[in-house]
C-alpha cells in the first residue's frame, strides 16, 4: 500500500486546512486509517484514527473539537479537516494504515510521507 498526503500549507492562526491522504495497492476499505505529527525537534504524536468503516472515530484531546477525520472508501482517501488551527499545531503531518486492531491502537502498517502545516501567529 502506498499512501500520499497531500493539503499542507501555511495558514494563519484560527484558519482552517483540508489534509488528504490517497492510497494505491491493496484494499483500501479493510484498513484502519490514522493521521499523525510530528513537529521540529518533537516526537511523533498521534492525531486521530477512523476505522474501515468510518463509523468509530478516535482523536487526541489537544485536537479534539477542532479537527474532524473521515474517509471515502470508493475514492480510497482519508481527510482530515483541521479548524481553529493554532501555531502549536505547525508540524509535519503523516497518514498510516492498518490491517488489524481498534482505532486506539498505535500500530500501524504502512506509512505515507508527510505534508507540511505552519500555522503562523
Known amino acids: 500500500v502506498q499512501l500520499q498526503a497531500y493539503g499542507g500549507g501555511l495558514v494563519q492562526a484560527g484558519g482552517s486546512l483540508r489534509l488528504s491522504c490517497a492510497a494505491s495497492g491493496g484494499t483500501f476499505s479493510s484498513y484502519r486509517m490514522g493521521w499523525f505529527r510530528q513537529a521540529p525537534g518533537k516526537e511523533r504524536e498521534f492525531v486521530a484514527a477512523?476505522?474501515?468503516?468510518?463509523?468509530?472515530?478516535s482523536y487526541a484531546d489537544s485536537v479534539k473539537g477542532r479537527f474532524a477525520i473521515s474517509r471515502d472508501n470508493n475514492k480510497k482517501t482519508v481527510y482530515l479537516q483541521m479548524n481553529s488551527l493554532k501555531p502549536e499545531d505547525t508540524a509535519d503531518y503523516f497518514c498510516?494504515?492498518?490491517?488489524?486492531?481498534?482505532?486506539?491502537?498505535?500500530?500501524?502498517?504502512?506509512w505515507g510521507q508527510g505534508t507540511l502545516v505552519t500555522v503562523s501567529s
Open positions: 477512523i476505522s474501515w468503516s468510518g463509523g468509530t472515530i
Open positions: 498510516a494504515a492498518a490491517l488489524s486492531g481498534s482505532v486506539y491502537s498505535m500500530k500501524y502498517d504502512y
